[in-house]
Nanobody, 126 residues
């Protein structure tokens, strides 16, 4: 069982930066692959990026590649999402999620994740 709590959301201007954090409970955090997803009003939840457990391999959605970076600190049971050069279309509720280890491709579908946080709002104003 893993409990996830996101923080760090807020209001930022276009071109600004935010860093989201996801604090995880449990002693097996390092074994889980982790993902960030987002959901804008009226839209489906979409994959933002993911990171594997031990090796730290990452994958990103094309829409955020080069602007967002995922990292994890297994000693602190914390996942991060550094978001730079933010755009209005990045406005959404951001969720972190945990899944069993698998291939990089398995990071993308939301249905593969077993545990979810409650979400944190990110609003980018123009």
């Amino acid at each position: 069982q893993v409990q996830l709590v996101e923080s760090g959301g807020g209001l930022v201007q276009v071109g600004g930066s935010l860093r989201l954090s996801c604090a995880a409970s449990g002693r097996t955090f390092s074994t889980y692959a982790m993902g960030w997803f987002r959901q804008a009003p009226g839209k489906e939840r979409e994959f933002v990026g993911g990171i594997s457990g031990i090796g730290g391999s990452t994958r990103y959605a094309d829409s955020v590649k080069g602007r967002f970076a995922i990292s994890r600190d297994n000693a602190k049971n914390t996942l991060y999402l550094q978001m730079n050069s933010l755009k209005p279309e990045d406005t959404a509720v951001y969720y972190c999620a945990a899944k069993a280890p698998g291939t990089i491709a398995t990071m993308i579908p939301a249905r593969n994740y077993d545990y979810w946080g409650q979400g944190t709002q990110v609003t980018v104003s123009s």
